[in-house]
């Protein structure tokens, strides 16, 4: 779990880095950064047992939050090198 936080918080400091560069277009970094924020939060809601009468709905959210968060990925990263 600490590697994952590590790894939020590295696309936290990209994602504030990006948005003080002036004249950039965020759309698919906002996605992203929203996607993440939502896997994570369902992930400590899941790991600490938080909302235990939503657990139903955390197991299905979790892994749906994970698969788009990969397919904004790759739009990023497609959308990085200008090919769209």
Known sequence: MTGNLLAVLL????????????GINLGTGIVLY?????????GIAMYSNIARKLTKQLHFLHPAFAILF???IVVHIIHGISVT
Not at 34 to 42: A, E
């Open 34 to 42: 929203s996607t993440i924020i939502l896997l994570v939060s369902t």
């Open 70 to 72: 990969y397919l904004v």
């Open 11 to 22: 696309v936290s400091i990209h994602f504030s880095q990006q948005v003080t560069r002036s």
